[in-house]
């Protein structure tokens, strides 16, 4: 009512204005007139000091206010719908080069968030960025051992699942980033790999894992530099008797297409015995634990375990009669002289099997991992002086398996545990 007595007003006021026609200003009066003869029975509802322009503007106000809240209403989106809007729009640009769950990848979010708030005012939007509770990191801890267990079984896809997971659920642990990018690279995935490499090495820059899987997908990529520079890295940050050491530089002389990085010739291997044998009070005077601990011997046992042709090599001097009798003597007849001897028979195809096995970085990974898991090795993890030589085995430190030999029970039963998974 206030609108039509305001315009009443301000009629009745331009039927007094000389700038109007006579004519105009008798309209005005017969306008005015009308509105005042309707609002005879609204007398106590009108405003007394009315003015049409503030009048109109109050109105234009509620509508403006009212109008959009109508709009966000109907279209409003919530903040997972907008989320995956933006993900897919542009073959998913607005998360390009970034780790999913990674540091980029929250500031990303933030973004999103405030093109969000900008469209719905009224929106909702969780922490963005919460620290993990104690519940929620031993809920990502489980879900990381469920995605292990996922790639011993050979299923990277489902492992990789696991892991974004449990990165959801705690963001700030670098092995979950460096187990899925594991498993982007055993997909083929291998720009992901290196930006989940990235992402763990920017949480724990020591962490040698990651470096070795930045290096593996960089090399698939075929980025020569990055991938030499990575496992540079592994080999200044690995213990000296680390059989990371010769896989790395093994990967960097492939990539720089140099072969002068030689390791001992296996066909010395009897000169190196004699030379090692001494007086040292073992059996037959041979000192078994110098030996193993040996670096020439380690040297030569990492490179049996990553080259079939060096494993072939073993395996042909093995089966040698002269040769054996030779190691025999000189080891007094100890059961590691045996334990080489039925190395030596080991039937071909079981051999092949593991040759197979030792020439793939990777598939030897896995391996390892589920050979550690299995059962029949737990008790063995519990030993105090094999589990720690099964720990390094499982850091990939191949020079372990040289004092695993050492233990000719102990190694009897790894290789029986072997020959289920290859």
Not at 187 to 201: R, S
Not at 407 to 414: C, D, I, S, T
């Amino acid at each position: 009512m206030d609108l039509i007595a305001a315009i009443k007003v301000y009629l009745e006021k331009c039927s007094t204005d000389s700038s109007f026609t006579e004519t105009q200003q008798d309209s005005f009066i017969s306008a005015y007139e009308c509105l005042e003869t309707a609002l005879e029975d609204h007398a106590e509802e009108v405003a007394v000091d009315l003015d049409l322009g503030e009048i109109w503007g109050k109105i234009q106000k509620k509508r403006n206010q009212s109008k959009p809240a109508a709009t966000e209403t109907k279209n409003m989106k919530t903040w997972p719908e907008f989320l995956e809007m933006v993900s897919t729009q542009k073959e998913g640009m607005f998360f390009k080069d970034m780790a999913i769950g990674g540091s980029k990848y929250v500031e990303r979010l933030k973004v999103a968030k405030d093109g969000y708030l900008k469209h719905w005012p009224n929106g909702k939007v969780p922490d963005l960025d919460p620290t993990p509770t104690e519940e929620e990191i031993a809920e990502a801890d489980a879900l990381k051992k469920q995605g292990n267990k996922l790639l011993q079984s050979g299923n990277a896809e489902g492992a990789l699942e696991k892991y974004t997971e449990a990165v959801f659920k705690n963001r700030h642990n670098a092995i979950f980033f460096s187990n899925r990018s594991f498993c982007h690279h055993r997909l083929g995935e291998n720009e992901k790999a290196v930006l989940d490499a990235e992402e763990a090495i920017e949480l724990n820059s020591s962490y040698i894992k990651a470096y070795n899987r930045l290096g593996t997908a960089h090399k698939a990529l075929g980025n020569a530099e990055e991938a030499i520079e990575a496992f540079e890295k592994v080999i200044s940050l690995s213990p000296a008797t680390s059989a990371s050491i010769a896989h790395c530089q093994k990967q960097i002389a492939e990539l720089r297409g140099d072969s002068q990085q030689q390791m001992p010739d296996l066909s010395n291997i009897s000169n190196l015995l004699s030379g090692l044998g001494g007086n040292s009070g073992g059996p037959g005077g041979f000192d078994l634990g110098s030996l193993l601990k040996n670096p020439a011997m380690q040297q030569m046992a990492q490179k049996m375990m990553s080259d079939p042709n060096a494993m072939s090599q073993m395996q042909g001097m093995m089966q040698n009669p002269d040769f054996m009798s030779n190691v025999s003597n000189m080891m007094g007849g100890s059961n590691m002289a045996d334990l080489m001897g039925q190395m030596g028979k080991q039937d071909p195809e079981s051999f092949a099997k593991i040759q197979e096995v030792l020439s793939d970085p990777v598939r030897k990974e896995e391996i390892i991992g589920k050979v550690l898991a299995d059962p029949d090795v737990a008790g063995l993890r519990a030993d105090p002086e094999v589990g720690p030589l099964l720990n390094r085995l499982q850091a990939q430190d191949m020079s372990a398996m040289t004092e695993l030999m050492a233990k000719p029970e102990v190694f009897g039963q790894l290789q029986n545990v072997i020959k289920k998974y290859i």
